[in-house]
């Protein structure tokens, strides 16, 4: 079970009030993209920059990463060229205040199953309430009824 976007939209986890909500907004597995545009950006001003392969990540779809989609960057020196210095410093700015639409909001398969932001351990015990139902109706499926 990968629980990792539920407890990043908690409220106990660190980030963006307005990052947190976009995960709520999202409405399906299908608004997270796997980009290496994000880490594109980063890396042109981090002192750590993230190395190939590992230089991607699951996102939610928002206007940075349809720009580098409809500019259909396949090679390092086109992403060179979409990477102004002056995105970089909207990026950045971005990342600052939290802006769902510039900025990476980092998400992954769990994305529209969220409703709300709510502290980790009311997550964790109600996944834990669903789970115990589950099981006990499998099992009873799998006993013989009493007649």
């Known amino acids: 079970v990968a629980i990792g976007t539920r407890l990043w939209a908690s409220t106990e986890a660190r980030g963006s009030a307005s990052l947190k909500q976009a995960l709520v907004d999202a409405q399906s ?14 890396n042109t001003y981090s002192s750590t920059p993230w190395p190939e392969p590992f230089d991607s990540s699951g996102t ?14 396949e090679e390092s020196r086109e992403a060179a060229l979409f990477v102004t210095e002056l995105k970089a410093a909207q990026y950045k700015e971005a990342t600052r205040i939290g802006d769902p639409t510039i900025t990476a909001v980092y998400a992954g398969k769990g994305v529209g ?19 115990v139902e589950i099981m006990d109706t499998k099992l009873r499926s799998l006993l013989p009824s009493a007649n």
């Open 113 to 131: 199953q969220i409703q709300s932001i709510e502290g980790a351990y009311d997550i964790i015990t109600r996944m834990e309430q669903e789970a």
């Open 60 to 73: 939610l779809r928002n206007n940075t990463t349809k720009e580098w989609e409809a500019a259909e960057i």
């Open 29 to 42: 597995p299908d608004d997270v993209v796997r980009s290496i545009v994000f880490d594109t950006i980063a």
